[in-house]
């Protein structure tokens, strides 16, 4: 018996020793996490709740819903929500497609000249806003190099930089080297020997792609999608910059109801702002809804 409580004994030491590290362990972490964690409230948290309660409130501070109603009886604010999700749609579809086979290629390099064109990649997804607008402006305006030189040439007849299609023409420029950053490292997954396999049974490359290659980086692709609709969604300074304010889109309107000359209406700003990011979260769970019936296919 005293046997038996002494090895009790050891074992509840011995259990000390290993969880009191643990828990120092747990709390450094914590400590460091502490910094990140004050930001995350001060700018991400605290914003949205007051953004959050502002939706409810009309221009009296009283509780309502006539903030929501508005916007969803003025054709306007409407016409804002469509343009903005035509315009993430279209260039995340292209920036997309665009960007996995730039990442594939870039993968196909060698070392030296891949460290290079990512460095290059690197520089350019801070290319954006009001510099990406005016240059955008210099090269494809009016009067511009480019639109100049395709004139001369022929190629192209009454385009317009400062119309949707200028707009969407710079959204897939800067969802460009945002999506080749994110999907680069996800080829890295494929093992250069699966489509060798493939062939070797029969299939083609084509086969290769459909029955391997895109199931196994999916989850990234959808993920990368995600981030670059969001972007899209989001932009705000490139598309003042190059249109004026005239172009209708969610992020220009919600500024000009609380920093336009013409209507202040924070209520109304805070309700399309709530909006828009009910949009993004929506389309966060039909992409978790889309992974898991992929993986339940590929898992039968």
Not at 268 to 278: C, P, R, T
Request: hydrophobic content about 50%; proline content about 3%; charged content about 15%.
């Amino acid at each position: 018996m005293e046997n038996i409580l002494e090895v009790e004994k050891i074992k509840r030491s011995k259990k000390i020793n290993i969880t009191t590290p643990q828990i120092e362990e747990h709390h450094k972490g914590f400590l460091i996490l502490l910094p990140f964690m004050i930001l995350m409230i001060m700018f991400l948290i605290s914003p949205f709740i007051s953004t959050f309660i502002g939706s409810f409130i009309n221009e009296y501070g009283e509780f309502t819903l006539e903030n929501y109603e508005y916007i969803f009886q003025s054709r306007f604010i409407k016409q804002s929500i469509f343009n903005s999700l035509e315009l993430a749609f279209i260039s995340t579809f292209v920036g997309l497609l665009i960007s996995l086979q730039g990442a594939y290629s870039l993968n196909r390099l060698k070392n030296s000249s891949k460290k290079s064109i990512l460095l290059f990649i690197n520089m350019l997804s801070n290319f954006s806003g009001i510099p990406l607008a005016f240059a955008f402006i210099i090269l494809l305006g009016s009067n511009g190099v480019m639109t100049i030189l395709l004139k001369n040439i022929g190629l192209i007849d009454g385009f317009d930089v400062y119309s949707k299609t200028g707009l969407i023409l710079m959204y897939i420029y800067f969802q460009l080297p945002l999506g080749l950053l994110l999907l680069y490292p996800v080829f890295d997954r494929l093992n250069p020997q699966w489509q060798e396999m493939v062939n070797i049974m029969g299939g083609s490359t084509f086969t290769f792609w459909k029955r391997v290659g895109i199931p196994v980086m999916l989850k990234e692709i959808l993920g990368t999608m995600l981030i670059m609709f969001a972007n899209a969604m989001g932009a705000y300074a490139c598309t003042l910059a190059l249109t004026n304010g005239t172009y209708n889109v969610m992020t220009i309107r919600i500024t000009s109801y609380i920093a336009g000359e013409v209507a202040y209406e924070p209520g109304i700003a805070s309700a399309m702002s709530i909006l828009l990011g009910g949009i993004l979260i929506f389309v966060v769970i039909i992409n978790e809804v889309m992974l898991k019936k992929k993986r339940g296919k590929y898992e039968k």
